[in-house]
């Protein structure tokens, strides 16, 4: 039998799960849960001037959209108001931003100065609170503003991302 007893009972992991040589689940002091899309999440403390949001990812292979969203709240009946929503559309080369404040939509954002996602490839968002604005960043290249349309910044505590993408980290 090839290997050393340490080896066969060395913790493997496999699957994002810990096994032992038997298979049986290990339990670990970590739990990371896995960023599945559709994901929602909360924003502790809502946002505010200074605060930043980190969405990392891969774009999929064939994608058509995907969307980043931050909102007051996960209502759904009534809908959440949101504070900016960010969708890039592949077949436009788009990346649309927009706001709804009690189930209206207000007037869509679209001038970009090039459209910065590529499929099956990674990116990086940074959605930059500031006083006035949001300021968004991809792959640390700045690339457009968006005013606020809802005052209470603290409000705004949910993100919520969906689309063609795989989520590697959240910050």
Not at 48 to 74: A, H, Q, W, Y
Not at 81 to 86: F, G, N, T
């Amino acid at each position: 039998m090839a290997g050393t007893v340490a080896e066969r009972d060395a913790l493997k992991i496999e699957d994002g799960h810990l096994n032992n040589s038997l298979g049986s689940p290990v339990q670990a002091d970590v739990y990371f849960p896995r960023l599945i899309v559709p994901f929602c999440g909360h924003i502790k403390g809502g946002m505010r001037p200074g605060k930043k949001i980190l969405v990392m990812g891969i774009v999929d292979l064939n994608p058509e959209s995907f969307g980043i969203s931050l909102t007051c709240g996960e209502s759904e009946d009534p809908p959440a108001d949101v504070a900016i929503e960010l969708k890039a559309v592949f077949t436009e080369r788009q990346f649309v931003r927009n706001s709804c404040i009690a189930g209206e939509w207000g007037e869509e954002q679209s001038s970009i100065p090039y459209f910065p996602f590529i499929p099956d490839q990674p990116f990086r968002v940074e959605i930059l609170c500031e006083h006035p604005r949001f300021r968004i960043f991809v792959d640390g290249h700045q690339l457009f503003d968006f005013y606020h349309r809802i005052e209470t910044l603290s409000a705004i505590d949910t993100i919520k991302i969906n689309g063609d993408l795989q989520l590697t980290k959240l910050g």
